[in-house]
């Protein structure tokens, strides 16, 4: 019943009111004898409707404005504990985007940047809390091209970008293309990444392995002259 209430609210308000049904459906959960684990996958579950919800309201709102339809395919991808299904309550509504374009500067960007902030005021208003990691930040919206060259950057500074790319590997689709999300699947499973530095640091206790690695490294050691 409550996912059925966040597919078909037509306000952001109506997103809040569903919302707010959560708690009871987790007390009656657990007056079932149903385990934690799958509480928290429920939970993910519903707010994973909740933002693939707020995604179409987005799209009303530019197709109001005259701004029309999305202009490429999309895909918005939950991350960190909303990808992985492990959510409390009070769960930050963490996502990013790609589409199926190129250019940080063209209509498509331009459209979808719009978008994001529309989204981000339903959010707000369904008593989502702000979060740094969402769409209306250009390192969370990208083309599949621009997220190939940033996981690329990843691969060569993996330390660096540990906490970035733990919260993006855990990425499912909320809403938009499955064939799009597949292909960013793809290229961040690329064996070029799974021959960098990159798994080794997001793996438990990776930071310190990856740290030593580099301090190994020859190339790391060598002073600029030498090389």
């Known amino acids: 019943v409550l996912g059925d209430r966040l597919s078909t609210a037509a306000t952001p308000r109506d997103l809040a009111s569903a919302r707010a049904d959560l708690p009871a459906l987790v007390r009656r959960l657990i007056a079932d004898g149903v385990d934690a684990p799958e509480i928290t996958a429920v939970v993910g579950a ?12 987005a799209e009303k709102r530019m197709e ?20 992985r299904g492990e959510c409390l309550l009070g769960a930050e509504l963490e996502h990013a985007l790609v589409y199926a374009s190129d250019g940080a500067d063209g209509h498509e960007a331009r459209w979808f940047a719009a978008w994001a902030e529309h989204l981000a005021d339903v959010l707000r208003g369904a008593g989502g809390a702000p979060s740094a990691v969402a769409a209306t930040q250009p390192d969370w919206r990208r083309g ?5 060259a ?17 919260r993006f590997y855990d990425f499912r ?5 499955q064939d799009l999300a597949d292909d960013l699947r793809t290229v961040a499973l690329d064996p070029a ?8 640091a997001l793996s438990p206790g990776g930071a310190a ?16 002259h030498s090389r």
Request: with cysteine.
């Open 193 to 200: 990444v799974r021959g960098s530095r990159l798994p080794r």
């Open 144 to 148: 599949l091209e621009d997220w190939r």
């Open 64 to 83: 109001t404005e005259g701004a029309g339809r999305p202009p490429v395919a999309y895909a918005l991808l939950a991350l960190g504990r909303l990808g």
């Open 150 to 166: 940033e996981i690329g950057r990843w691969c060569a500074a993996p330390q660096e970008a540990r906490q970035r790319a733990a």
């Open 209 to 224: 392995r990856a740290a030593a690695a580099e301090g190994a490294d020859p190339e790391r050691r060598r002073p600029p």
């Open 46 to 57: 519903e707010l994973r409707e909740l933002l693939a919800r707020a995604a179409m309201l």
């Open 173 to 177: 689709l909320a809403y938009g293309d």
